[in-house]
């Protein structure tokens, strides 16, 4: 069939499991012609105590407060979305999983939201969405949205026309990622990723405003704040990320991926000597339930 499913794969949608080919959406939707539907990438992993969903909460939080901000109906709670979610991951047989629950919305060509939603949630077996290997990065001629434009923190799914753009860029340029700026050409992030630089051994990632302030940067923050690694949420520009000594990437489909490469600035730390790379180690031990640890699931 293809990566995402096959024909034992089971859906949801719109209160039922049934199988892909069975589900339908309108050809007149708002999501389909300008966008207007919310998402999420969430993931479950197998540990010693079963199948875990990391921070379900926060990402079905986050699902919630997209649909506000666009104005869709969405009457789902979070103890729901959780419940359907484990459901759906058992009909699948899946444990180490990622998980994408969609918002979309009804038959409207008007500009004003649908009055109608429609939830759709799916699971498939996914790497790290960048790989393990250290990656080359361009920095993109897109910029990210400017925040008076749009709700920035949403996962909106027009929203990432902009993170479409800049990888194709990366890509043709014959780089694995794009790095964009903000309107104020300071760093934000990565096509589908947060960012993290470590100088002089203490780490630095971008503050909120212009990035997708993510559930696996919050991690990693709390992480670093329980195992006394110093680290600063500050705005700085490209000039300081290629004076960096290393630099990671964070999201839920990337977990943690280390840096080779900015445009024509190498990074000089080797990535095992590196904080990141420390981090991507405790981070696995977090995910799998495996470290000891202060940190809430509903973050």
């Not at 079905?60 to 407060?65: D, Q, S």
């Not at 959780?82 to 500009?111: F, W």
């Not at 290997?133 to 990210?144: D, I, Q, Y």
């Not at 700085?236 to 445009?263: H, I, R, W």
Request: glycine residues 8%; charged residues 25%.
């Amino acid at each position: 069939m293809n990566a995402y499913y096959n024909n034992q794969t089971i859906i949801y949608h719109n209160g039922e499991f049934l199988k892909p080919e069975a589900a339908s959406s309108s050809l007149y939707s708002q999501s389909l012609h300008y966008g207007n539907g919310v998402f999420e990438g969430i993931r479950s992993y197998k540990t010693d105590e079963g199948t875990k969903i990391f921070r379900a909460e926060a990402h079905y939080e986050r699902l919630k407060y997209g649909a506000k901000v666009m104005g869709i109906p969405f009457n789902y709670s979070v103890e729901e979305l959780i419940a359907i979610t484990y459901e759906l991951l058992e009909k699948n047989q899946l444990q180490d999983a990622y998980i994408r629950p969609l918002i979309s919305t009804g038959v409207n060509m008007g500009l004003y939201t649908s009055k109608e939603s429609f939830l759709t949630m799916q699971c498939w077996e996914w790497g790290k969405l960048m790989g393990d290997r250290l990656l080359r990065v361009k920095t993109s001629s897109f910029e990210r949205p400017n925040p008076k434009s749009c709700f920035v923190e949403a996962k909106v799914t027009g929203h990432y026309i902009n993170s479409i753009l800049s990888t194709n860029e990366a890509k043709d340029a014959g780089y694995d990622e794009a790095l964009l700026l903000d309107m104020h050409r300071n760093v934000a992030e990565c096509s589908g990723a947060n960012i993290f630089m470590e100088k002089d051994g203490k780490l630095f990632t971008p503050k909120k405003g212009s990035i997708m302030a993510g559930i696996t940067r919050a991690t990693i923050l709390e992480i670093c704040e329980e195992e006394g690694i110093p680290v600063e949420e500050k705005h700085f520009k490209l000039e300081e990320l290629k004076q960096a000594d290393s630099s990671f990437f964070t999201g839920t489909a990337a977990e943690v991926v280390g840096l080779k490469s900015l445009d024509d600035y190498e990074f000089p730390l080797p990535w095992t000597d590196s904080l990141g790379y420390k981090l991507m180690q405790l981070y696995q031990q977090e995910v799998l339930g495996q470290r000891k640890s202060k940190l809430s699931n509903a973050l």
